[in-house]
Structure formats: C-alpha cells, structure tokens
C-alpha cells in the first residue's frame, strides 16, 4: 500500500485522542496536503458477530484531529467529526480506509 508518513517514535506522534501513534497503526495515506492516518481500537468480543472500530485522524499540519470513526459492521453508519460530514471526500476516504483493513502497513 502507501509508504508510511508518520514518524515511528518521538513525542509528537500522538492519536488525537492522545493515545500513541503505534498503538493499533494500520496504516496512513494522503490526499492534498492533508494525511490521513488509520487506528484499530480493538473488538469486542462479547459481541456476535465480533465487531471491531476504527479511528482516523487527519493532520494538515496542526497536529491530529479525529476524522471519523467507524466500525466493519457495513450496516454501521460511520460518525464523521462535524467539520467531515458531508465532505465529498467521505466516500474515497472509506475506500482507502477498507483497502488499509485488508493490507495494514506492517513496516
């Protein structure tokens, strides 16, 4: 897939919910000067079928903030930030998104 942008240690390599950038790292590409980067937040077991969610951060230069959160349930409704909903770039995101699930970057 991409090759990775997002530095591998350091103190600013931060999710936007403060959690570290290596924690559940899919994978990250771009789209114009921003970068998008792709978390696992983990499963839940308990759940049948298991169900799994996901963050993504973008960065433009002013540090992380979230994009959107979504789980691989197809039914579930993905809950973008409210400076994302209704972007036209929603759609082509969660493409990327899905290709990263299949291919996490493991470098």
């Not at 499963?43 to 799994?52: D, E, F, G, I, L």
């Amino acid at each position: 897939m991409a090759s990775s942008t997002v530095p591998e240690d350091g103190p600013y390599n931060l999710r936007s919910d403060g959690k570290p950038g290596v924690d559940g790292y899919l994978g990250d590409f771009r789209r114009g000067p921003a970068v998008f980067t792709l978390y696992s937040l983990g499963s839940h077991p308990a759940q049948r079928p298991r169900v799994t969610d996901y963050l993504l951060d973008v960065d433009d230069g002013g540090g992380p903030r979230e994009c959107c959160r979504f789980t691989d349930d197809r039914e579930d409704v993905p809950e973008w930030a409210a400076s994302w909903q209704g972007d036209e770039w929603c759609p082509w995101l969660l493409e990327q998104c899905r290709a990263l699930i299949a291919e996490p970057d493991t470098t």
